[in-house]
């Protein structure tokens, strides 16, 4: 097997483990190993990165999105004969 | 208008106390609309969706047993109300179904390896990108795109994600971590794109 060849395979094993290794519950070890690997190759480096960012952008959204619009909660109160509680 | 989801009473729910069924639809209409416009993608369905996971929860809480918590009870029923629904428009989706999942495996290595994570902090929530991330999320196939709401957008945990959905925890794993993949080669080439723009700028 060549190089080249031993560097992709490494990369698509380690790929099953980003999301624990991400959402911290991947066990030190493999912490680790992705850690050096990350280091040495450029692409795997990039795709952890971004791939962390893109989780967070989608927390940050999610955080300023909690809220039900008040036409919509009016609507709903209604349809569930809860309107003598809509001003509470 | 929010209401704390730890003080509703389950008792006073079954004995048919209104006001604290109104609690209940404060505390949690939120969440539940939010997911329920993310897997239909517009505001009346989702509204019909919302409506009658409320009607169904009132109907049926002497079947909550307090195995799972309140909330993970809702988002079931919510799901499910919604799935119905897009299943009216596609009556093939099958959320249970691994075999379809797997036929149609499309390869989920990286193809995208652009740095994007050294952007200014206001390109990344404009209201184009916003439009993007909203645009990724809407292009995921549905086993993916509620696997996804469920766990990153609504931040359950994984097994409760699996009970809301029925599926194992190994499932969820697996569509999660597709799902990350593809949103993140389509916010490479988004934000990529917006990277090329600026260094020529």
Same mark, same amino acid.
């Given at each position: 097997?060549?190089?080249?060849?031993?560097?992709?395979?490494?990369?698509?094993?380690?790929?099953?483990?980003?999301?624990?290794? @991400?959402?911290?519950?991947?066990?030190?070890?493999?912490?680790?190993? @992705?850690?050096?690997?990350?280091?040495?190759?450029?692409?795997?480096?990039?795709?952890?990165?971004?791939? #962390?960012?893109? @989780?967070?952008?989608?927390?940050?959204?999610?955080?300023?999105?909690?809220? @039900?619009?008040?036409?919509? #909660?009016?609507?709903?109160?209604?349809?569930?004969?809860?309107?003598?509680?809509?001003?509470? | 208008?929010?209401?704390? =989801?730890?003080?509703?009473?389950?008792?006073?729910?079954?004995?048919?106390?209104?006001?604290?069924?109104?609690?209940?639809?404060?505390?949690?209409?939120?969440?539940?609309?939010?997911?329920?416009? $993310?897997?239909?993608?517009?505001?009346?369905?989702?509204?019909?969706?919302?409506?009658?996971?409320?009607? =169904?929860?009132?109907?049926?809480?002497?079947?909550?047993?307090?195995?799972?918590?309140?909330?993970?009870?809702?988002?079931?029923?919510?799901?499910?109300?919604?799935?119905?629904?897009?299943? $009216?428009?596609?009556?093939?989706?099958?959320?249970?179904?691994?075999?379809?999942?797997?036929?149609?495996?499309?390869?989920?290595?990286?193809?995208?390896?652009?740095?994007?994570?050294?952007?200014?902090?206001?390109?990344?929530?404009?209201?184009?990108?916003?439009?993007?991330?909203?645009?990724?999320?809407?292009?995921?196939?549905?086993?993916?795109?509620?696997?996804?709401?469920?766990?990153?957008?609504?931040?359950?945990?994984?097994?409760?994600?699996?009970?809301?959905?029925?599926?194992?925890?190994?499932?969820? =794993?697996?569509?999660?971590?597709?799902?990350?993949?593809?949103?993140?080669?389509?916010?490479?080439?988004?934000?990529?794109?917006?990277?090329? $723009?600026?260094? =020529?700028?």
């Amino acid at each position: 097997m060549s190089a080249k060849e031993q560097s992709l395979t490494q990369c698509q094993s380690l790929l099953v483990f980003l999301s624990d290794y @991400i959402d911290g519950t991947l066990s030190d070890e493999l912490c680790q190993e @992705i850690n050096s690997h990350a280091a040495e190759c450029e692409h795997c480096r990039i795709v952890v990165d971004t791939l #962390r960012k893109t @989780i967070s952008l989608y927390h940050e959204c999610a955080d300023e999105q909690g809220e @039900i619009p008040g036409e919509v #909660r009016s609507k709903l109160f209604k349809s569930l004969n809860l309107q003598d509680y809509l001003e509470q | 208008m929010s209401e704390s =989801k730890s003080d509703i009473s389950i008792e006073a729910l079954r004995l048919g106390d209104r006001g604290e069924f109104a609690r209940l639809v404060d505390a949690y209409s939120g969440p539940l609309y939010r997911l329920a416009l $993310k897997l239909l993608g517009n505001a009346p369905d989702a509204e019909d969706a919302l409506q009658n996971t409320f009607i =169904k929860a009132f109907q049926h809480l002497d079947t909550f047993e307090g195995r799972s918590s309140l909330s993970t009870w809702l988002y079931r029923i919510a799901s499910n109300e919604a799935l119905m629904l897009l299943r $009216k428009r596609r009556p093939e989706i099958n959320i249970a179904d691994t075999t379809a999942e797997e036929e149609d495996e499309r390869n989920n290595d990286p193809v995208q390896f652009i740095d994007w994570c050294c952007l200014p902090e206001e390109e990344y929530l404009s209201a184009e990108g916003r439009k993007a991330l909203e645009g990724a999320v809407e292009n995921l196939p549905e086993t993916l795109r509620i696997v996804f709401v469920l766990r990153d957008i609504e931040d359950l945990s994984i097994q409760e994600t699996s009970q809301v959905l029925g599926l194992s925890e190994t499932a969820v =794993k697996t569509r999660l971590l597709r799902a990350r993949l593809r949103l993140r080669e389509e916010l490479s080439s988004y934000y990529g794109d917006r990277l090329n $723009k600026r260094s =020529k700028e």
